[in-house]
């Protein structure tokens, strides 16, 4: 009822025990807080539809891993020397988190690879399919992995490495070891 009151003496202009104009303070403060209410209200429904834009997963063995990363490290070529190498990566993962689609391009002084390949986790197990546009080369991959932590065994005509990624939040960690033109590959990536 005090309620209903106090409404009531803010409409007429007028309320019990107020000085002057403190009726059209009270309408400015509350005007602020409701303004304030819809700005939370708009941020929070833009976070969440950028969320689900960008591919992150409720839930599966690739959440979290959605967008757009970049970052650098070393690769060290099979006559022994190595090169700093600047890298990009995209993922897409399906709205159920257990399969990723991923695009990776490196690129050092003397040496540049453009990967992809399409992994479906079921349970812990993961297999799929790799891709190399420069060399022309491609084969499949398999092993295990989840919660962040993946172990795969990329292997194709005459090539075989070692992939181990590592993501704990807006970081993450790709090692790549081989036998050919380089032997391992070593990228800290941080989504943007």
């Known amino acids: 009822m005090a309620h209903l009151q106090a409404f009531r003496a803010v409409v007429d202009g007028k309320r019990r025990g107020s000085k002057p104009g403190s009726a059209t303070a009270l309408i400015i403060l509350n ?7 819809a700005v939370a209200f708009f941020l929070a429904v833009l976070v969440v539809s950028v969320a689900g834009t960008v591919g992150f997963a409720e839930s599966g063995a690739f959440a979290g891993m959605g ?7 070393t690769i060290t070529l099979d006559d022994g020397s190595s090169e700093r190498v600047r ?14 689609n991923q695009t990776l391009t490196c690129a050092s002084d003397s040496f540049k690879f ?40 990329a292997s194709g005509a005459g090539f075989t490495a070692q992939i181990s990624l590592t993501t704990r939040g807006n970081k993450q960690s790709v090692v790549i070891k081989s036998e050919g033109a380089f032997r ?4 800290s990536l941080t989504r943007s």
């Not at 967008?67 to 490290?73: A, E, I, P, Q, R």
């Open 31 to 37: 005007a602020r807080r409701l303004i304030f209410a």
């Open 114 to 153: 453009n990967l992809a390949n399409n992994v479906v986790a079921q349970g812990t197990a993961l297999s799929g399919t790799w891709s190399e546009s420069i060399r022309n080369a491609s084969g499949n991959l398999e092993g295990r992995g989840g919660g962040g932590h993946f172990h795969l065994t």
């Open 184 to 187: 391992v590959t070593s990228i």
């Open 67 to 73: 967008g757009n990363w970049s970052g650098g490290g």
């Open 87 to 100: 890298c990009r990566a995209s993922y897409a993962v399906r709205a159920d988190g257990n399969a990723i």
